[in-house]
């Protein structure tokens, strides 16, 4: 597909390279790493050489000094061959790493962002809770005012990275009873439990990062889909955090927030349609070998069919993921436009991803063929970074508004 409507030479350049690190070297293991369920560290390693880890970021701060396009190509075009590595890059730069760009202090920037930017480190985001999913308003961890430091208590659940990752963003109330308006931002640090293997390969850990005292990482989820990508309860026990590890203003957590996740939605938006886009071309290939009743089956009315409506969804889906990505790039408004592209690349992925599976017939049911794992893959891109309910009500909240006004 050419877009030269949101690409330039540049663009092309980038998803070439990224699709090539993809077909060498996630598409021979990603199956058995889906299988075991284990975190690809050799990949984070040579990822991070490559600069995917740091893609929008400016050179200065350790970054590859691209575009807001260029990171979400990388994002969907790795999706098409793994959901999990796409992943890996969205949560670790937009979650783990955005909020301290954003709203970090100069002295903040210098001290994390490079070790984020280069791979170094894995990052992650506290945000959700057992209590405060959907309503990330019911945030219940508390941070108490200790003078020269905050104590931390509470728990986030389902936080991407939280075992491997070192450097969070996280979110506690600093005052209660203030609702939305009393949730602050913090970071905090502390070792990734693959400690001997990071310090073997020289990547995801750094021992002159000071360590937040009292942060620890829960037990791994087994979760359907995502397997190779890490997801954790993030613990606090009186975890000291200094002042100086205060992002943003203080009550200012919660709305902060909630702009690093309309940012993040066009990431999810990309990585699914990345999903569907993969999906749609092993469905495409598999429709030109496989023969029944005599004849290729992309010959019957009834499969020609489906790969027709897939195609021209994800050509629908291309353009509102790059529109609103270009808005974003432009410095616009881009709220509704994230939500929508995120609510109807999520669904297009699960739609897609099935009838991908339909057309493989009994051969896609099985791990032989990596549409089953996309099946799985495609349908926590209806629930994480905003529910599909929860981008419609965003939705409607802008075009009422507009209305309103």
Not at 106 to 111: A, D, K, L, P
Request: aromatic share 8%; glycine share 12%.
């Amino acid at each position: 597909m050419d877009h030269s409507l949101y690409f330039t030479e540049h663009h092309h350049q980038v998803r070439e390279m990224v699709r090539e690190f993809s077909r060498d070297q996630i598409a021979p293991v990603a199956r058995e790493l889906d299988r075991t369920s284990e975190f690809p560290w050799q990949n984070i390693k040579a990822m991070g050489e490559l600069g995917l880890l740091g893609v929008p970021w400016s050179e200065a701060l350790g970054g590859a000094g691209m575009d807001q396009l260029s990171y979400y190509i990388t994002i969907h075009e790795m999706a098409k061959v793994d959901a999990s590595h796409a992943l890996t890059i969205s949560a670790h730069t937009n979650l783990g790493t955005s909020p301290i760009v954003e709203f970090g202090t100069e002295v903040q920037q210098r001290q994390y962002v490079p070790l984020l930017a280069s791979g170094k480190v894995l990052g992650g985001f506290g945000l959700t809770e057992t209590g405060a999913g959907s309503d990330a308003g019911g945030t219940a961890t508390t941070a108490a005012d200790r003078g020269d430091h905050y104590l931390l208590n509470g728990s986030k659940v389902f936080i991407t990275h939280a075992g491997v990752g070192e450097i969070f963003s996280v979110t506690a109330r600093t005052e209660p009873g203030q609702g939305n308006k009393g949730i602050t931002s913090f970071i905090v640090t502390k070792d990734t439990v693959d400690l001997e293997q990071c310090r073997g390969l020289g990547v995801g850990h750094a021992e002159d990062l000071p360590k937040t005292k009292g942060v620890r990482a829960g037990k791994k989820e087994d979760k359907m889909g995502w397997r190779a990508s890490d997801t954790r309860e993030l613990v606090f026990e009186d975890a000291v955090v200094p002042k100086e590890n205060v992002l943003g203003k203080p009550g200012y957590g919660f709305i902060n927030f909630l702009k690093t996740l309309d940012g993040g939605r066009i990431g999810i938006a990309a990585l699914s349609l990345g999903i569907a886009e993969g999906a749609y071309e092993e469905a495409l290939r598999y429709a030109g070998v496989r023969k029944q009743f005599g004849r290729f089956i992309g010959s019957f009315q009834a499969v020609s069919f489906q790969l027709a409506d897939m195609a021209m969804e994800i050509e629908a889906g291309t353009h509102l993921l790059y529109h609103a990505a270009w808005l974003k790039q432009n410095g616009k408004p881009f709220k509704k436009e994230a939500a929508m592209a995120k609510l109807y690349c999520s669904e297009l992925a699960m739609r897609t991803t099935t009838k991908a599976v339909q057309i493989f017939g009994g051969y896609g049911y099985t791990t032989e063929y990596p549409v089953e794992r996309m099946m799985r893959d495609a349908k926590v891109c209806e629930i994480g970074e905003g529910t599909s309910e929860i981008q419609r009500i965003v939705i409607a909240r802008q075009i009422l508004g507009e209305v309103a006004d």
